[in-house]
């Protein structure tokens, strides 16, 4: 059985995307969670993740034995081992579009990533108030997104953004995340796009399991006062 190691749900954006593409797409896995506890060389999760990462990071995915780390490898990896569950869209153009998309988010999106880290169990509207009075980089990637999302859920008629659910929108869950915990403004039809992804099985699924976990960590979040 495939296996995926993965940090804490509550706020591994780079794990939540394989393990929700895999459970989404019904493939049978074992999820292998890595506590955080920091990220400096000696810490217990650097010693761990280090034990089957080159790199020491999450996620990693192990085919017995073989493993692939990265998010986008992992996603062209399972691509190619199950090509029956289509995880990239039908067509030669539309493939090439989510590929783009998937990389623009892979290295993009800096600006939202640095002020917004994802936190799911959390109610940061207050931070996000701040942060969308004070960060244009922030208000110019979300502006990239809803034109994004726009533009692809327009042209392929929905639900998802090429349709039927795909890598694209496995790539994309994880800023979903951060759009809702910290209460940043979108259009209705990007909110409803957000609230169809989350009610899909896999992102559900995920989300279940970081309300679950109940382990703080004070790294993690530099921005709350208290709990």
Same mark, same amino acid.
């Given at each position: 059985?495939?296996?995926?190691?993965?940090?804490?749900?509550?706020?591994?954006?780079?794990?939540?995307?394989?393990?929700?593409?895999?459970?989404? @797409? %019904?493939? !049978?896995?074992?999820?292998?969670? *890595?506590?955080? #506890?920091?990220?400096?060389?000696?810490?217990?999760?650097?010693?761990?993740?280090?034990?089957?990462?080159?790199?020491?990071?999450?996620?990693?995915?192990?085919?017995?034995?073989?493993?692939?780390?990265?998010?986008?490898?992992?996603?062209?990896?399972?691509?190619?081992?199950?090509?029956?569950?289509?995880?990239?869209?039908?067509?030669?153009?539309?493939?090439?579009?989510?590929?783009?998309?998937?990389?623009?988010?892979?290295?993009?999106?800096?600006?939202?990533?640095?002020?917004?880290?994802?936190?799911?169990? @959390? %109610?940061? !509207?207050?931070?996000?108030?701040? *942060?969308?009075? #004070?960060?244009?980089?922030?208000?110019?990637?979300?502006?990239?997104?809803?034109?994004?999302?726009?533009?692809?859920?327009?042209?392929?008629?929905?639900?998802?953004?090429?349709?039927?659910?795909?890598?694209?929108?496995?790539?994309?869950?994880?800023?979903?995340?951060?759009?809702?915990?910290?209460?940043?403004?979108?259009?209705?039809?990007?909110?409803?796009?957000?609230?169809?992804?989350?009610?899909?099985?896999?992102?559900?699924?995920?989300?279940?399991?970081?309300?679950?976990?109940?382990?703080?960590?004070?790294?993690?979040?530099?921005?709350?006062?208290?709990?």
């Amino acid at each position: 059985m495939l296996k995926l190691y993965i940090g804490n749900k509550n706020y591994s954006s780079w794990s939540m995307r394989p393990w929700v593409l895999l459970t989404q @797409a %019904d493939i !049978a896995f074992e999820d292998i969670v *890595v506590r955080f #506890d920091s990220f400096d060389e000696g810490s217990e999760f650097r010693k761990q993740i280090s034990t089957v990462s080159p790199v020491g990071k999450v996620p990693v995915l192990d085919d017995d034995g073989f493993r692939v780390w990265d998010t986008l490898a992992i996603a062209e990896y399972l691509a190619e081992l199950f090509p029956e569950k289509n995880l990239w869209p039908q067509g030669v153009q539309a493939r090439a579009r989510a590929r783009s998309i998937c990389a623009e988010m892979h290295s993009g999106f800096a600006a939202l990533r640095g002020a917004c880290p994802m936190n799911i169990e @959390a %109610d940061l !509207a207050s931070a996000g108030q701040l *942060v969308w009075r #004070d960060k244009p980089g922030v208000r110019a990637d979300v502006a990239r997104l809803v034109a994004m999302w726009r533009e692809l859920l327009a042209g392929h008629e929905g639900p998802m953004l090429f349709g039927d659910f795909c890598i694209a929108d496995a790539f994309f869950a994880p800023v979903c995340m951060r759009l809702k915990s910290y209460a940043l403004p979108v259009p209705d039809d990007i909110a409803a796009y957000i609230e169809r992804l989350c009610a899909m099985p896999g992102v559900k699924g995920w989300i279940a399991g970081a309300l679950a976990e109940n382990d703080f960590r004070a790294f993690e979040e530099p921005y709350r006062l208290q709990r």
